[in-house]
Structure formats: C-alpha cells, structure tokens
C-alpha cells in the first residue's frame, strides 16, 4: 500500500534534540510518558515542545541493563517508579523519606552514567560540578 505524498511522518534530526540537563530530569519525562501510554496516549517521536534525543523506553533500557549487571537492585527501581509517578525527588528532611533518598541518590548516581554515554543526558556529570567561584586545575601529565 502506497503511501501518499505528505502524508510520511516527518521526524526532526537528532541534530536538533535537546539533551537532558541530568538524569532526573530524564527519569521524570520518562515516567510522565509511560504515565501517559498507560491511560491511552498515543506518543510518537517529534511531537513534544522540545525534541529528546531518546525515547522513554531508552531510558528504561539503560536501568534495565543496570539491574542485569546487578548495579542497582529492585529496592531502587521501586523507589524510582514510586517518585516518578509523583513527579518529584523524595525530600530528606522529612524522616519517613530519608531511607527512599538514599535509594534514590544511589539509583541516580548510577543511571547518569549511561544516559551521558548515549547523549540522552548533557552537562556537569552529578555531583561533579564545582562549586561556584572554584578553580578547575587539570590534572598533570605523567613525565616519560
């Protein structure tokens, strides 16, 4: 069946994607997009305000293959999918969150990596970025 002209989705160029600025970010307009395919949308690629240079299930990819190489547990993807479908970060100063931010955090620290190696994720790698007014001095060369 031919399809007519005009009518072949047009996609943007990964060119144009924007990355996310961490991997929170990134783990929130996943979880709001699996929210959103699980009540009936119908989501496809290019449609949103700003072009992602992924799809959701690329992220859960990412936490899937961590959960195989047994990098982070099912004690954390719960605590992912239970904050995530809250649409934020469990806060440390009440007590009955503290021990869902420890699994958090940890889940976050090992999810940037990756998301950073598919360019899903730009910027300062978490808890990496100096702190305001701070001097970055590279790191010397070994002498031969």
């Not at 004690?75 to 958090?104: K, M, Y």
């Not at 620290?109 to 790698?125: C, S, T, W």
Request: glycine fraction near 6%; hydrophobic fraction near 45%; charge should be positive.
């Amino acid at each position: 069946m031919p399809i007519a002209p005009g009518r072949a989705p047009v996609l943007a160029s990964l060119a144009k994607a924007e990355p996310f600025a961490s991997a929170e970010e990134a783990w929130f307009w996943t979880m709001a997009a699996l929210i959103a395919r699980r009540d009936g949308a119908r989501l496809s690629a290019a449609r949103g305000s700003v072009v992602r240079p992924c799809e959701p299930d690329d992220v859960v990819k990412c936490l899937d293959r961590l959960y195989r190489q047994r990098r982070i547990e099912l004690h954390h993807a719960r605590i992912l999918r239970i904050w995530g479908e809250r649409g934020t970060a469990p806060n440390p100063r009440f007590p009955s969150e503290r021990g869902d931010v420890r699994l958090w955090r940890e889940a976050m620290e090992r999810l940037d990596f990756p998301l950073r190696q598919k360019g899903i994720v730009a910027g300062p790698p978490r808890g990496m970025a100096p702190p305001e007014g701070a001097e970055v001095i590279p790191f010397p060369m070994a002498r031969a």
